[in-house]
């Protein structure tokens, strides 16, 4: 018995040795400049300011002479509202209010030979407050049929729209015939003066920018060289369709160069510096001692080496200090792993 015994404790470190030489198989990844920094994001030109123009009382519009995509001069009407019914208000005012004139002073003199009657014994002082009281409710009549045709002449004045500045027509809401009241907005007048940039970036994109960001803008057409443009607002409300967030970019210099509504890139000019980031299931050792497994492209062996993390970008980390460019790390199945360890060929 003992015969069989001793070779096989022989075989025994022989299997140990062969089970050791075994490489594990884990998932790796090529450490990359995360190309967040070079993207380009499709945008348009918008103006800088907008400005939407209405008339200050109701009617029906008789004239509507501009379309979007017009350029006009400050002073130049873009609208009208039927003057005909206008006037005809102004008239009707004008009756109105010579009719409580009249009413008025036939109510102060009943009010003067009320008092009298009264003074002579004749009328009771029932009779003299009923005609004071006539009297004081015609002189309302008239200051409220006064106020009316104020108003009629008022809305007569305010029946031409026109522009404030110089400017480009962006959108006529109304078409013409259209009855609108006060603070319709008739047309939409961007200023000629500004212009900015509007583009759709992800929303864990907007961690990597700082609070002077600028971008590259160049045209499909007309501008060879590119324009810088400076955030100038972040919308608070995410996109739910498309999970981003709306940037506009304030453009520099030479804005009017960029016709409005005409289509731009936008690439981000950061500082430069390569942003690394890895999944979360690389990193080992927790929060306090976190690090990565580095594989040697010689010998397939790993060995661990801390890093320091940094921004957090959906399901992946950035990495600031401990890897570089070219280096292959464990991906998956880095939580099994021991230094010095042989790991197969790589596996993406």
Known sequence: MNRFLIPLLLLLPVAAMAEDSIARPVVSEIVTADPTRERNFPGVIEAAHETDLAFQTIGRIATLDVAPGDLVKAGQVLATLDRVSLQEDVRSAEASLSSARAQ???????????????????ATAADVEKAEATRNSSAAQVMAAEADLASAQEALRYGTLSAPDDGIVLTTPVEQGTVVSSGTTIVTLADLSGREAVIDVPSEFLSLLGSDATFQLTAHEGIDTPVMA????????ADDTLRGRRLRLSIDGNGRAFRIG??????????GGDIITLPKSAITGGTDAPGVWRVSGGDRTVHKVPVTLGIEIESR????????????IVVKGANSLEDGQNVGEREQ
């Open 104 to 122: 008025a002073d036939f109510a102060d003199q009943s009010y003067s030979r009320s008092r009298a009657l009264k003074d002579r014994g004749i």
């Open 262 to 271: 005409s289509l731009v890139n936008a690439a981000y000019a950061g500082d």
């Open 230 to 237: 400076q955030v100038r607002l972040i919308e608070p409300v």
């Open 317 to 328: 980390i950035e990495i600031t200090q401990g890897v570089s460019v070219g280096d292959e």
